[in-house]
């Protein structure tokens, strides 16, 4: 499998190949940065892509027949927008999985109450989703885990076990952190783009293209226009024949460490 670990002996191993070549019959001098700019790049792209598993064992999907698909919710809670879903995906009788910022938990702490009371469940999203998260120490990344995690127990008194990271970027320093709290990492297989398509039949129709049996969907409660978005959404996945999941049903591993 190609992973940081498996591509930091592969690459030395090409470098003395090269040198070899060099040596015995002499090749191009570009090779070299070649090599180096391929190895970048290799490495951009496992940070990027959550589903690609090179740093961290990432689940985004279930390989499944049934026609079941997950819903989940980023960057909240929201005090006007998240209540409002929960209002709408109790009229569907659907569960969702709301990965929160720490930060927007202090002074909502009511919502993520409503959130766990409704039945629902809540993930570790960090404390500050700060745009340079990815180049955080792994001693920075655990100290933001732990603020949001006191949050919610303090709210709920559950512990989570669930963590996505922020803008779905992985880093060697956060595969460290996640190890030492023993979280699962949660990925999506469909991103749906939702606050900044702002055409809701097209992004209506990416949706209901990509359902598919063990389908994971990100959406974002941080706009208002997710709440009848998603009221559309879960009437379609309805005539098509889907149910709601929730995550960790999907995934048959626990929200919570202490439950
Ligand atoms: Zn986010």
Avoid at 136 to 143: C, D, I, P, Q, S
């Amino acid at each position: 499998m190609l992973n940081h670990r498996s591509v930091n002996l592969i690459f030395p191993l090409l470098f003395i190949l090269l040198l070899t070549l060099d040596f015995k019959i002499g090749i191009s001098n570009w090779f070299y940065p070649m090599l180096v700019v391929f190895k970048f790049a290799v490495m951009f792209w496992g940070s990027y892509f959550i589903n690609s598993n090179y740093h961290i064992k990432t689940r985004c999907d279930v390989k499944t027949d049934k026609k079941e698909i997950a819903i989940t919710f980023d960057d909240g809670p929201d005090k006007n927008v998240t209540p409002a879903l929960i209002e709408v995906l109790n009229k569907h009788n659907a569960k969702a999985a709301f990965f929160c910022i720490g930060r927007k938990i202090e002074g909502n702490e009511n919502v993520i109450k409503k959130i766990d009371s409704e039945g629902h469940i809540i993930g570790n999203h960090s404390f500050s989703h700060s745009n340079f998260f990815d180049f955080f120490t792994t001693g920075k990344m655990k100290r933001e885990f732990e603020q949001s995690d006191k949050l919610v127990f303090d709210a709920t008194g559950k512990q989570m076990n669930l963590y996505r990271p922020p803008y779905g970027i992985t880093t060697p320093a956060m595969k460290k952190a996640v190890k030492e709290k023993q979280y699962e990492t949660i990925g999506w297989s469909v991103r749906s783009m939702d606050s900044m398509q702002k055409n809701e039949q097209k992004l209506m129709n990416k949706l209901t293209k990509q359902l598919k049996p063990g389908a994971v969907f990100l959406f974002h409660d941080t706009w208002p226009g997710v709440v009848p978005l998603i009221d559309k959404f879960l009437t379609e996945a309805k005539v098509q024949g889907y149910s709601v999941v929730r995550l960790d049903e999907l995934f048959k591993i626990n929200a919570y460490k202490n439950v």
